[in-house]
């Protein structure tokens, strides 16, 4: 079941956690801006992009009593490769004993009997992990195996998994196609089989999928099963495709994870069974447009202040949301101030993309648009919105969209005070700067080190190796990427000035601080890069998605953090914009590869895992297009306690970030 109290961790509006920071004045949130050039960047992210590749399949394990007073389960092992693991769970319990028999012969064999490497290990991301036993097998029959675990007695744990592996080449793809995360709405996920180059001819004409249904565990901890079709009417392409599509109505506000299962055959005849993990976020509609029209007028000589008036149900200005749009207008002709009559779509030019996180103020949330903008796209006095999107500040989850809005000016900016060149400046991207950040001035230098989502101490031992530094502790914390950026500017606020070092989710945190707020990393210098990070999933974690179906059963670790999910980090990188990726300098690792012998940083994790990884993040899935990747090192994985040693322990290449960081 999952504790309430981690929901509520991970649900709370991100302010609220944080009450030195419940000022809307003290955000000093900056005003963004693009080119139309960019347009593309900071609309929503294609649903397939985020997609989650399965090797895997996660098995329920539910202890029944028998007449003899012991306690059984059994259930279907589809083996498709000789090559096989599995990990079973039992939230440290050591009294399941483990059978398998096999289908060719009927010969029953205990687990550890069978294999030739059977260890105790950890699952999990950072200090939320589970453990686990985990069985290797080499050459075994293929087919429907029999799995059974039974104790002696009352077990300590009567429910767990099996997380079963295997080297085959099919694998299952699925993703949820709509953002549409809202109590009341439906949410829609798509599955397919996949495969690795040598095989997509083959699955062109043959699809190992026969039948797929998901497995959703909604807040309050109860179970529904969806069935998926493949009949092309339940948003799965065309009928007979091999893609199955289904959805379910999200009744209830909180974290639903969803598990999806893909039964069949494989080409060679072996038993296709693979399993997703997926969780989702769902929120109230807690803000809807009061108008159809969003009005603007001048502030200054060069800024104009976009208005939206909206129904507020929270009363409250502790909640921040995240807002994007296009803006549009008529161009001039013949150098004077009048515009096309024509009424063709060409009458109407990009002139930007706007962005700005904010709270609710008197039923309004505000947004600037520096003049030059419309100087540069040589526009007038008449404009519109397109791709409008607000979203709540925690999950990214879109609340408003318009495909088109009227924008209504009373009042243009006159641009007396500022002469324009053509060139786009600090300030049109970013908004006026102000003189200091926070009540106080703060005074000095720093290279601030920071950890990342459930943390550990990871930077203690090695802080003398980075000069002039000072260590963020919020350790064993799940907060959004939010909430984590306005600690990290709480934290800051002594210093005039500083860079930053971070470790996994601590770098997406900076990177979020530099693109909304003004902090210290905006005052910066004397080095060559503002932010720095090393192990950071940019584009999430598929391990995020098991954690919150073990967590569903066993209740422990950290809870679940959207931001960290696949899915989650695609809404969240749809509004960073390129000015502020290009600040991130980045390192990734991974284990070192033998080609005589395995490797790998962690053993539970590599089931999961797609090669090369560091035992939490994908090597893929750390990249940050627009930023600069400081290169690919191996022999070392994501925490201290792996196979190798930990990434924040390389003193080579901390050195090389301390002598390199902005203070």
């Not at 991301?125 to 069985?135: I, R």
């Not at 997703?276 to 603007?296: D, G, R, W």
């Not at 102000?434 to 001035?441: I, L, N």
């Amino acid at each position: 079941m999952i504790q309430k109290s981690k929901l509520l961790t991970l649900l709370l509006p991100a302010l609220i956690v944080c009450p030195s920071i419940l000022s809307a004045k003290s955000l000093q949130n900056k005003q963004l801006a693009g080119p139309p050039e960019e347009f593309e960047l900071m609309r929503q992210a294609a649903p397939e992009k985020s997609a989650l590749n399965s090797k895997t399949a996660l098995i329920p394990v539910s202890l029944q009593q028998t007449k003899g007073g012991n306690w059984f389960w059994s259930g279907t092992l589809p083996v498709d490769s000789n090559n096989y693991s599995f990990m079973t769970f039992a939230n440290g319990s050591t009294d399941w004993q483990v059978t398998l028999i096999n289908p060719k012969t009927g010969k029953s064999s205990a687990a550890d009997a069978l294999a030739f490497e059977h260890i105790s290990t950890n699952y999990g991301l950072e200090n939320s992990s589970y453990p686990g036993e985990k069985y290797s097998f080499n050459g075994m029959d293929t087919g429907n195996w029999q799995i059974q675990i039974k104790t002696t007695g009352e077990p300590e744990q009567f429910e767990g998994f099996v997380l079963a592996s295997s080297n085959s080449k099919y694998i299952l793809n699925s993703y949820k196609t709509n953002n549409d995360q809202i109590v009341g709405h439906k949410i829609h996920f798509v599955t397919q089989s996949a495969s690795n180059e040598e095989t997509i001819s083959v699955l062109k004409s043959f699809s190992p999928i026969e039948q797929a249904f998901m497995v959703v565990t909604q807040p309050d901890g109860s179970q529904n099963k969806y069935n998926m079709y493949d009949d092309g009417r339940h948003g799965d392409n065309k009928a007979n495709d091999g893609m199955f599509g289904g959805d379910f109505s999200a009744l209830q506000s909180g974290g639903y994870t969803v598990q999806i299962n893909a039964l069949g055959n494989n080409p060679d005849g072996t038993p296709f069974f693979r399993t997703s993990e997926h969780f989702v976020p769902v929120i109230e509609q807690n803000i809807s447009l009061s108008s159809t029209k969003a009005s603007a007028a001048a502030i200054s000589d060069n800024r104009l202040n976009i208005t939206f008036n909206v129904n507020d149900n929270l009363k409250s200005e502790n909640k921040s949301y995240r807002i994007i749009a296009e803006v549009w207008g008529k161009k001039k002709t013949n150098g004077k101030n009048q515009f096309s009559t024509q009424g063709s779509k060409n009458s109407m030019k990009p002139v930007s993309w706007i962005s700005t996180m904010t709270p609710v103020e008197n039923n309004k949330l505000n947004i600037e648009l520096d003049a030059r903008w419309m100087e540069m796209a040589n526009v007038s006095d008449s404009f519109e919105l397109r791709n409008l999107r607000i979203e709540d500040g925690d999950h990214f989850i879109p609340l408003i969209t318009q495909e088109k809005m009227a924008l209504n000016v009373s009042s243009m900016p006159q641009m007396k005070s500022k002469k324009f060149n053509g060139s786009i400046t600090e300030e049109m991207m970013m908004g006026e700067k102000p003189a200091q950040v926070g009540t106080t001035k703060g005074y000095g230098t720093k290279l601030l080190l920071v950890h990342g989502y459930c943390s550990s101490d990871v930077w203690g031992s090695y802080k003398y190796q980075f000069s002039n530094s000072a260590k963020f502790e919020d350790f064993d914390q799940n907060i959004s990427h939010n909430t984590f950026a306005q600690r990290i500017k709480e934290f800051g606020l002594p210093w005039h000035s500083y860079g930053i070092v971070a470790h996994s989710q601590g770098g997406a945190a900076s990177l979020h601080l530099y693109t909304y707020s003004w902090s210290g990393l905006d005052y910066s210098t004397s080095g060559k890069r503002m932010i720095q990070s090393v192990g950071t999933p940019y584009r999430g974690t598929p391990i995020a998605g098991n954690l919150a179906a073990l967590g569903n059963v066993f209740g422990v670790g950290c809870g679940y953090n959207s931001n960290l999910t696949t899915s989650g980090a695609a809404s969240w990188l749809a509004g960073i914009p390129t000015w502020a990726r290009s600040k991130v300098n980045y390192f990734t690792t991974s284990n070192t590869d033998r080609w005589w012998q395995y490797n790998y940083c962690s053993l539970a994790t590599d089931l999961f895992l797609s090669d090369p990884d560091d035992g939490v993040i994908e090597r893929y899935r750390g990249q940050l297009s627009g930023a600069t990747n400081r290169g690919h090192k191996t022999g070392w994985c994501h925490t201290l306690d792996m196979n190798y040693s930990g990434q924040t322990s390389d003193s080579s290449r901390n050195y090389s970030m301390s002598a390199n960081a902005n203070r």
